[in-house]
C-alpha cells in the first residue's frame, strides 16, 4: 500500500477558472489512492466574507458585496462546467446556508463565534467546485466535510487543535476513504466539541495540510504556491531574491515566526515532529523542485529579510517615576492576551514598554481604553518592520537609507527595525 500524501492549494492556485484548469493539469498525472488535497478560499473570498462581516458588523447594507461573492463563483463555475451541471445546485445551496446565517444577530460580544460561522464559506464553496471539476473531468475524488476532521477548542478565530479527537477521526473517517479514492477537503476549518464551526487563524491552510500529514502519517506535504519556493525575500516586496532548495525545519519555523507568509507559521511544527518532509512547490512550473523542508543539517546563513506591513508601534509609559517592572509588563500582557493580539516586537526601557503589532483598529480602542488608566500611552501606525535573519553590515544599513526609524533591536543572529519611508525620498 502506497504512503500517503497531502498535497494544499492556496487562495492563489484557485483564483479564476484558468487556475483551476492549472489545477487539473497538475493533478492529471499525479493524482492517486491514499491522497488528500486540501484547499483554501478562491482567491481573495476571505477577505471579501471579512468586509461583508464588516459592514454587517457596522449596521451597513452588505447585498451587492454578497452578490458580487456569489457571482464571482458562479462565473468561474460558468466557465468549467455545462450549465446544467449539478455544481450550480450546490452552490446555491451554500450561499443561502450562509445568507440565512448572516440572518443571525451579530455583536461584539458573539463577533468571534459569528465569524467562524460565516468566514469558512470560502473553502466550502471551493473545495466543493474543485472536487466537482475533477470529477467532471474524469479524475475521480471524494468531497470530505474538514470540520469532521479537525476538532478544536472553542476559542473562535484562533481554535486550538485537539490532536487526540483530530487522530482518531483521521484514522476512522478519512483513512478508509483514501484507500480508495484521494479525497478533496478544506483548509482552514475545524468545529469544537459542539460542533460549532472554528478557523485556525487567517492562512491557516497550510496548518491544516500538516495536521491531516500528521494525523495520518504520511510521507510528504507538498504546498503548491505562486513563487518558485522559499525565497530569501518575498519577491512581491523585494527586487532581488534567491531561492532555498533545501530548508532545515528550524529554519522555516523562525522566517515563518518572523512573519514570511509563504508558509503559516504553525505548520513547520507538526511535519518536523513526524518527520515529514515539506515540498514548497510552483504551480506556474510544477516540474521545477522548488524547496524542501526537512531534517537538515546544510546551514544556510543566507541573509533573508521578512517585511511585515501595516504596524502599529504602541508605548506605555509610567506615569509616576516609578520604573518599569514584571507588574507592568503583566498587565500590558494580560490585556493583548484577552484581545487576542499577537506582539511581533517588544522593547523594555527603564520607563516604557513598547510593542508592535498588527493593525486592528477596532482592538486597539480597546485595548487603550482598558490601559488608559495604568499608563501615558503614545502610538504610530502605517510603520514596516523589517527582520533581517542572518543579517550582513551593509544590508542593515541599506534598509534605513531614505526611512525614519522608531524603534531599533539586535541580537546574534537577528536585526530588526521599526521604520516608516520618508516622505520626500
Ligand atoms: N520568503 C518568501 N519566499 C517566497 N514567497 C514569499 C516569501 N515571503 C512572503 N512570500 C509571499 O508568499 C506568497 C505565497 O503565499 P500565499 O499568498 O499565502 O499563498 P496561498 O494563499 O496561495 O497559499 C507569495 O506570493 C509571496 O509574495
Ligand atoms: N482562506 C483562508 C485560509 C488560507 O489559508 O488561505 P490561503 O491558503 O490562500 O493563504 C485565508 O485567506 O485566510
Known amino acids: 500500500m502506497s504512503k500517503t500524501i497531502v498535497y494544499k492549494f492556496g487562495g ?35 477577505n471579501s466574507l471579512e468586509e461583508i462581516l464588516r459592514l454587517k458588523m457596522e449596521g451597513e447594507d452588505f447585498s451587492s458585496n454578497y452578490t458580487i461573492l ?19 445546485a450546490v452552490l446555491d445551496n451554500l450561499f443561502t446556508s ?50 469532521e476532521l479537525i476538532k478544536t477548542n472553542s476559542d473562535f478565530r484562533f481554535a486550538k487543535i485537539d490532536w487526540a479527537k483530530t487522530r482518531k477521526n483521521c484514522q476512522t473517517k478519512l483513512k478508509a476513504k483514501i484507500e480508495n479514492f484521494p479525497v478533496v477537503t478544506q483548509g482552514f476549518i475545524g468545529s469544537d466539541s459542539q460542533s460549532r464551526p ?89 516540474e521545477d523542485p522548488g524547496t ?35 507588574e507592568q509588563i503583566h498587565r500590558v500582557y494580560e490585556e ?5 493580539l499577537r506582539v511581533n516586537m517588544l522593547q523594555i526601557s ?15 480602542d480597546r485595548l487603550l481604553n482598558r490601559l488608559k488608566n495604568d499608563f501615558e500611552i503614545r502610538y504610530n501606525s502605517n510603520l514596516e518592520l523589517l527582520t533581517i535573519l542572518h543579517p550582513e553590515k551593509s544590508g542593515m544599513d541599506s534598509v534605513m537609507k531614505d526611512y525614519e526609524v522608531f524603534l531599533e533591536q539586535q541580537t546574534r543572529n537577528t536585526f530588526q527595525v521599526v521604520r516608516r519611508k520618508n516622505m520626500l525620498s
Open 292 to 326: 524542501k523542508i526537512h531534517s537538515t543539517s546544510s546551514n544556510s546563513s543566507i541573509s533573508t529579510y521578512v517585511l511585515k506591513e501595516k504596524q502599529l508601534l504602541i508605548s506605555f509609559r509610567v506615569t509616576d517615576f516609578t520604573f518599569i517592572e514584571e
Open 12 to 46: 492563489a492556485s484557485v483564483k479564476d477558472a484558468d487556475a483551476m484548469k492549472n489545477l487539473l493539469d497538475i493533478l492529471r498525472n499525479r493524482l492517486r489512492k491514499n491522497m488528500v488535497i486540501v484547499v483554501s478560499a478562491m482567491g481573495k473570498t476571505t
Open 198 to 286: 472554528t478557523t485556525l487563524g487567517r492562512e491557516g491552510s497550510d496548518f491544516t495540510a500538516a495536521i491531516l500529514a500528521s494525523c495520518l502519517k504520511a510521507s510528504s506535504v507538498t504546498i503548491w504556491k505562486d513563487v518558485p519556493g522559499v525565497l530569501n525575500a518575498d519577491p512581491k516586496k523585494f527586487s532581488s531574491y534567491f531561492l532555498f532548495e533545501e530548508l532545515d525545519y528550524k529554519q522555516a519555523a523562525e522566517m515563518t515566526y518572523y512573519g514570511a507568509s509563504v508558509i503559516h507559521p504553525k505548520t513547520i511544527m507538526p511535519l518536523a515532529n513526524a518527520r515529514i518532509p515539506l515540498f514548497v512547490k510552483s504551480f506556474i512550473s510544477p
Open 336 to 340: 493583548l492576551k484577552s484581545l487576542k
Open 98 to 147: 450562509m445568507s440565512k446565517q448572516l440572518n443571525a444577530e451579530l455583536s461584539e460580544d458573539n463577533y468571534d463565534e459569528y465569524y467562524d460561522s460565516i468566514i469558512g464559506f470560502g473553502e466550502l464553496f471551493s473545495s466543493t467546485i474543485v472536487m466537482e471539476y475533477l470529477c467532471e473531468n474524469d479524475l475521480l475524488v471524494l468531497w470530505q466535510d474538514a470540520r
Open 70 to 88: 456569489k457571482e464571482f463563483h458562479l462565473s468561474i463555475c460558468h466557465q468549467l462546467f455545462p450549465d446544467s451541471h449539478r455544481v450550480f
Open 350 to 364: 527603564a520607563i516604557s514598554i513598547s510593542i508592535v503589532l498588527d493593525e486592528q483598529p477596532f482592538k486597539l
